[in-house]
């Protein structure tokens, strides 16, 4: 199984800096990630992501991240896209993500303790924010991952 890890698109409100490729661990065989000072953290939570064939012919990896906002400003985050660190770094599978109402809410982060449950979703972090990130990266095959 391929080893995921993000290309996290960035867009600071202060300054307008761009930032891009967030790296998560990588095993010693795998390409060493891009390097970018980054004020937002994405870190994989949980114990190994396990694929799953589903009944709708794929196979999907679902799992969530926690994003941190460690700035003094916004960041606005414009995508955030699972990569193959054993691939080059290629972005890999498709990742959609709907919420209970059907909503879709991929690239946007979930925020802790906000209200209304509508206004929680969203691609703006505020500065010391954080939140989760849902994914559900799939597959036509397990051979794929």
Do not use: K, W
């Amino acid at each position: 199984m391929r080893i995921a890890a993000f290309a996290l698109v960035l867009l600071m409100a202060a300054g307008g800096a761009q930032a891009e490729r967030c790296g998560a661990a990588v095993p010693p065989d795998a390409a060493i990630p891009p390097t970018t000072i980054n004020p937002v953290i994405l870190r994989v939570l949980g114990g190994p992501v396990t694929p799953v064939a589903a009944t709708d012919g794929l196979v999907h990896l679902a799992y969530a991240a926690q994003v941190t906002n460690l700035a003094a400003s916004p960041a606005r985050i414009g995508s955030i896209t699972p990569l193959d660190a054993l691939g080059g770094f290629a972005p890999t599978g498709r990742n959609l993500v709907r919420d209970v109402h059907g909503a879709e809410i991929t690239s946007q982060v979930r925020t802790f303790g906000q209200a209304p449950e509508a206004a929680r979703d969203t691609t703006t972090l505020a500065p010391g924010a954080s939140g989760i990130a849902f994914f559900d990266v799939t597959y036509p095959r397990l051979d794929q991952v």
